[in-house]
């Protein structure tokens, strides 16, 4: 240990922290700074059956995630003195050092027992490893695994650049911004040591760049064995959400698992989210899915910089990360509490596997009436038939161009639903009051409708990885569900809080449950409660 050290241990941790990269940046040009600062941190772990912690604790956990952190470690990482992080080069060693010093500073328990933090590989390559252990006497045998690479690609070559090869990569995005984000979620989750069911594992991969080296090392050397891992959380390239959806990758390596995320989602960050079913080798989850374990990606999408010299720190949205942090840590604590491992989903080829055609409440039959009517004048308050299609209960009921209905089965036609939802809903048999030139008095005019009355008015598909779930695929316009607001490929979790295992018995709870009732849907990885009232 050398002198300068001693002195950081009286200092307050935001002064070591500065201290600590002024050091990291001067010594780069000579030497790699090997010296071990070793923080003991005030924890504890406590026996999990009688402390498990409430949702107020995941609230203080994602609360704790703060912007200003995140940009201090995105600054620091994508700094020109760490010249692009390139894997084995001083720079990334000088990453791995602030990476390492940091889990320290957390009181996180190094990941290879006496090897300290780091897995060396290659030759000065360095995945570092760090771990929470759990609190539940079964669940903590297992781990939740959360990954992200640290290194770039240095000054950029050919293979590795689109543009600017020569001059420094700094990767703000590319993975600062992920590793960021993952020191943060540490940090928070390193004041709640009560809290993880299972175990957290946390890997800072290296050597992503030159082909998921880190990563598949560790699936050919794990620290942990294979079949202990419940579940692989990956970050990589967090740091331009900017009011767009956040890209989830893996959703269907588990029967269940983008419902889970909703729900995690849900209860606190509430971030758009877009579920994206490619399955790809194109960063660290890869390795985990190719060995049979379930995985979910966080990923705000690529943009002109990627792997330029223009990745810079100043075009990070540091909210976006935020939120992402907050909803991995979520995902983290969630996944370490759930009763059941999730089981692997073979997701290679399936985009909506097991589709039941059959699937519908109501269909769209050939029109109940046959008639069109004013738009304009409908507006001002008056119903003026211009068209009767021939061979339709409108045309044989005799009805004409020209006639006002001014009634069906007593009820204004006029008011909300509206015309169309009350033909669409209304019994087999109506009576219409109608308005005709030259007639004085109204006339009564029995009409008989075609088909079925639609009661809810929509079609779906189910989906083989969410079981619990139906998909619609088509909404009747002008039907309740259409009125209500529902829309095509909402995802409907419950009626009235019931949950449904099957399309069979979905179809029972929404042809049974009495009208209103609420659905709880899902949008873009948002929950939201619709009321469907009936147009009766
Ligand atoms: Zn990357």
Redesign the pocket.
């Known amino acids: 240990m050398n002198p300068k050290s001693k002195q950081l241990q009286a200092l307050t941790s935001d002064q070591s922290n500065d201290v600590f990269r002024k050091r990291i940046a001067s010594q780069i040009k000579c030497l790699f700074l090997t010296s071990l600062i070793w923080f003991v941190g005030a924890s504890h772990f406590v026996k999990a059956e009688t402390n498990y912690p409430a949702a107020t604790t995941s609230k203080a956990v994602v609360k704790s995630i703060s912007v200003d952190e995140l940009k201090s470690h995105v600054e620091f990482l994508a700094s020109d003195s760490l010249e692009g992080r390139e894997a084995g080069s001083q720079g990334g060693q000088a990453a791995g050092t602030y990476i390492r010093g940091l889990l320290q500073k957390y009181g996180i328990k190094p990941g290879l027992a006496d090897e300290g933090y780091f897995q060396e590989f290659q030759g000065g390559f360095r995945n570092i490893i760090g771990i929470i252990p759990g609190n539940d006497p079964e669940l903590k045998k297992e781990y939740v695994v959360i990954g992200a690479?640290y290194d770039h690609v240095g000054y950029g070559k050919p293979s590795n650049s689109r543009g600017g090869v020569g001059q420094i990569h700094n990767g703000a995005d590319?993975?600062a911004s992920?590793t960021a984000a993952l020191l943060e979620v540490i940090q928070a989750l390193s004041q709640h040591k009560g809290v993880p069911g299972r175990s957290l594992m946390f890997v800072f991969w290296d050597a992503?760049?030159m082909g998921l080296l880190g990563s598949k090392h560790w699936m050919d050397h794990p620290s942990i064995p294979l079949d202990q891992v419940s579940i692989y959380l990956n970050l990589?390239?967090v740091g331009r959400l900017n009011e767009k959806p956040l890209n989830l990758f893996g959703s269907r390596s588990s029967k269940g698992l983008r419902s889970f995320a909703v729900k995690s989602n849900h209860r606190e960050t509430g971030v758009k989210i877009r579920f994206n079913n490619a399955v790809r080798p194109d960063?660290d989850h890869w390795p985990f899915y190719k060995r049979g374990i379930p995985f979910l990606m966080l990923h705000t999408g690529k943009h002109a910089d990627y792997h330029r010299p223009e990745d810079d720190a100043n075009k990070i949205d540091y909210a976006g990360i935020q939120k992402c942090a907050q909803l991995l840590a979520q995902l983290v604590l969630d996944f370490s509490l759930q009763k059941e491992k999730p089981k692997y989903r073979n997701a290679d080829r399936d985009i909506l596997d097991g589709i039941d055609q059959q699937a519908k409440v109501d269909s769209p039959d050939p029109p109940r009436l046959g008639v069109a009517w004013n738009a304009e004048k409908y507006k001002q308050g008056n119903l003026l038939v211009t068209q009767v299609l021939s061979n339709t209960p409108a045309d044989k009921a005799g009805l004409k161009v020209g006639d006002e209905i001014v009634k069906v089965d007593g009820r204004s036609p006029l008011t909300t639903p509206g015309f169309a939802a009350l033909i669409r809903s209304a019994p087999s048999k109506v009576t219409m009051q109608v308005k005709r030139k030259q007639e004085e008095k109204l006339l009564e005019i029995p009409v008989e409708l075609k088909g079925q009355p639609v009661r809810l008015g929509i079609e779906w598909k189910t989906d083989d990885s969410e079981p619990t779930v139906t998909v619609i695929s088509n909404i009747i316009k002008a039907s309740s569900a259409d009125l209500a607001g529902l829309q095509m490929n909402d995802r409907i979790y419950e009626i009235d809080g019931k949950t449904f295992g099957t399309s069979d018995e979905f179809r029972k709870l929404a042809t049974t449950m009495p009208l209103p009732f609420t659905v709880l849907v899902e949008r873009e990885g948002l929950l939201k409660e619709i009321t469907i009232q009936s147009t009766r």
Request: no cysteine; hydrophobic share 10%.
């Open positions: 690479h590319d993975n992920g992503e760049e990589d390239m960063s």
